[in-house]
């Protein structure tokens, strides 16, 4: 299904694609993060993200470990664990077509290789390399 574009917000390649072509023609407005890269060294890109959003670290809050609670905060484990993303829960606001939990499985880098078959990788592989081909989004965090 996600091969073909169905998913309960629409095509995800398309999305991506859209935010990319927006980051890309706004850089000051919009501001493109890799999972995988934030994952990986998490502080710097905390640090750019409240510079974009115009609240940057001082450097007495840099000394303090301000940016290294705001990590921890935000990780993965503290906001899978918080009570609203524990258990079953339909989202009160509006109706949803996934539970909670389906939102939040382990949170590491390459966990996909535990649900995808080779195959499936090299599906998904192929078609976004057709997709994004020329954009700079592959090359993208490199």
């Known amino acids: 299904m996600f091969c073909r574009g169905l998913s309960g917000y629409g095509p995800y390649l398309d999305h991506v694609l859209s935010y990319w072509k927006a980051y890309q023609e706004n850089p000051n407005q919009i501001l493109f993060l890799k999972y995988d890269t934030m994952k990986s060294d998490p502080f710097p890109h905390v640090k750019k993200l409240a510079e ?3 609240y940057g670290f001082t ?3 840099e000394k303090e470990g301000v940016i290294e609670k705001v990590v921890s905060l935000c990780s993965f484990e503290t906001l899978k664990n918080l009570e609203p993303n524990i258990g079953e829960k339909d989202r009160e606001d509006r109706p949803c077509i996934y539970k909670t939990s389906a939102y939040f499985r382990k949170g590491n880098v390459g ?3 535990n ?3 080779p195959e499936m990788v ?3 592989d192929g078609l976004m390399e057709e997709k994004f081909k020329g ?3 592959l090359e993208f965090g490199k």
Do not use: C, K
């Open 135 to 137: 954009t700079g989004l």
């Open 59 to 61: 450097a007495e809050e």
């Open 111 to 113: 966990d996909w290789q």
């Open 122 to 124: 090299a599906r998904i």
């Open 115 to 117: 649900y995808l078959t």
């Open 52 to 54: 974009f959003m115009g």
